[in-house]
């Protein structure tokens, strides 16, 4: 029988911690659900004690999911931990994620504490949390860096007091793989109790090798669980990239001998709905989910695929969501081929209101253009979910002139709450002009982080994705727009980032560094 290794994803947590990747709460709660149809075993929801916002997030993903473990980071203190414990009261199964650093220089220069208080301190935190969960994990911050005899007494203390899970975090990305795995499986031969509790690797992708360095930690440590976030967001260079290590032990079965119980059809959506939401685009040679990752250019790579698939694909596209499949619906099309189309997508449909409201964007797209792809029914339903948020400012139309040699000119129509209202202004090209004209009547006085424009699928006739950070007094916030006008998609960027700053719970602080 092959091991079961645990998937634990850190998306919402660890994946928000990149700058400007801040989540909403019905954002997050999105993400979530498709984690669940993912079938990730443990999703870490956020770190309940860093603000409001983050606790009440981890609280609707705790009454949303069903069927995974749900998560909250929490330092290792009553405070902190209490706090986690309230934000999962409503998940079906729960855990703590407690946290310390153990090396010497996190603890003289972060903590001011000595290894005597840290490891009292551990076990306390440990004691405590079991009183409110069952199931605990314990990460000690910066472990590889840590040394072995006192990370060695951390370890084997808080499992005595009940930990379940231990975690030995890359923090910044130092290990190499043959050195890592080493490091955790001299860990488990020398903690006398390590037998009493599952083992876990959480790698950081500083030199590039966090996936590498997890399953290290896995094949020559002996670790049962792997801390990753969909596309590998994260802070600096990112974390482990869920997405390479699933295919890794499910197309490398014969070296690595162990399997995960990840639906890895769902794989390529859960990717397009965390770039989506948080604006981080896929490169295009990215593994298994770069648009390059199944394209073959050569002549002799084509010619060898013609022939048989396995001549250059380790992998089949289909295997990990993507399809070459196209919805060709019309005007005249039904409302029953559009909903099956959704089921085949995994795309679930709670209340009918979002049915007819989503039909009607797929037959105002209709119109625009001849073929109808799955990423395109992917950016309606997504453009569907943003609007259940709720919307002060909503786009109506937008006319503008450009001319060589003349400066470019735009006039925006938007409501703002119940009132519709216009706006003309100039600027360097149509899209500056636009949001111009926006900011003429909001007056946000935001700063602009980003501007990102990407095509949701090939051609000319390709919907434009446009992603716009804001900033404002210390919010970040992300607002995505679709349309095949790219100016179009750009005031609705624009005005999808202005609404989340003018509700404050729709926004939130940037996340404090975790390990």
Known sequence: MS???????????????????????DE????????????VDVIEAG?????????????????????????????????????AADALKAANAKRIHAFLATSPLHMAVKLRMSPEEVLE??????????????????????????????????????????????NIPDTVGYATPELYGEFMKTLRTRVPNSDKAVWSVHCHNDL?????????????????????TINGLGER??????????????????????????????????????????????????????????????GIHQDGILKNRDTYEIMRAEDVGWSANKIVLGKLSGRNAFKQRLQELGIAIEAE?????????????????????????????????????????????????????????????FRVGDKETSSEAEGNGPVDASL??????????????????????????SQGEVTVRLAKGGRIVNGVGTDPDIIAASAKAYLSALNKLHDPSQAKLNAQMTP
């Open 3 to 25: 091991d079961k290794v645990i998937i634990f994803d850190t998306t919402l947590r660890d994946g928000e911690q990149s700058p400007g990747a801040s989540m909403t709460k």
């Open 28 to 39: 997050k709660v999105r993400i979530a659900r498709q984690l669940e149809r993912l079938k």
């Open 47 to 83: 770190f309940a004690a860093s603000s409001e916002g983050d606790f009440q997030a981890i609280s609707a993903v705790a009454a949303a999911v069903k069927d995974s473990i749900v998560c909250s980071l929490a330092r290792a203190n009553d405070k902190d931990i209490t706090r």
């Open 121 to 166: 301190q551990a076990k306390r935190s440990i004691r405590f949390a079991r009183n409110l969960a069952e199931d605990i994990e314990f990460s000690a911050e910066d472990g590889y860096r840590s040394e072995m005899d006192f990370l060695c007494r951390v370890v084997e203390a808080v499992i005595n007091e009940g930990a379940t899970t231990i």
């Open 208 to 228: 590039g090798m966090a996936v590498a360095n997890s399953l290290a930690g896995v094949k020559i440590g002996g670790a049962r669980q792997i801390e990753c």
């Open 237 to 298: 260079a990112g974390n482990t990239a869920l997405e390479e290590i699933v295919m890794a032990l499910r197309t490398r079965k014969d070296y690595f001998d162990m399997v995960c119980g990840i639906d890895a059809t769902q794989i390529v959506p859960a990717s397009k709905l965390v770039s989506q939401i948080t604006g981080f685009v896929v490169q295009p040679n990215k593994a298994v989910v770069g648009a390059n990752a199944f394209a073959h250019t050569s």
């Open 353 to 413: 209101a979002d049915l007819n409201e989503a039909f009607v964007r797929f037959k105002t797209l209709a119109d625009q253009k001849s073929e109808i792809f799955d990423e395109d029914i992917i950016a309606i339903m997504s453009d569907s979910a943003a609007a259940e948020e709720g919307e002060f400012y909503k786009f109506i139309s937008l006319s503008q002139h450009s001319e060589t040699g003349e400066r470019p000119k735009s006039k925006v129509t």
């Open 436 to 461: 111009n004209a926006i900011e003429e009547i909001v007056k946000s006085g935001a700063e602009q982080l980003l501007y990102s424009v990407n095509a949701i699928t090939s051609g000319t006739q």
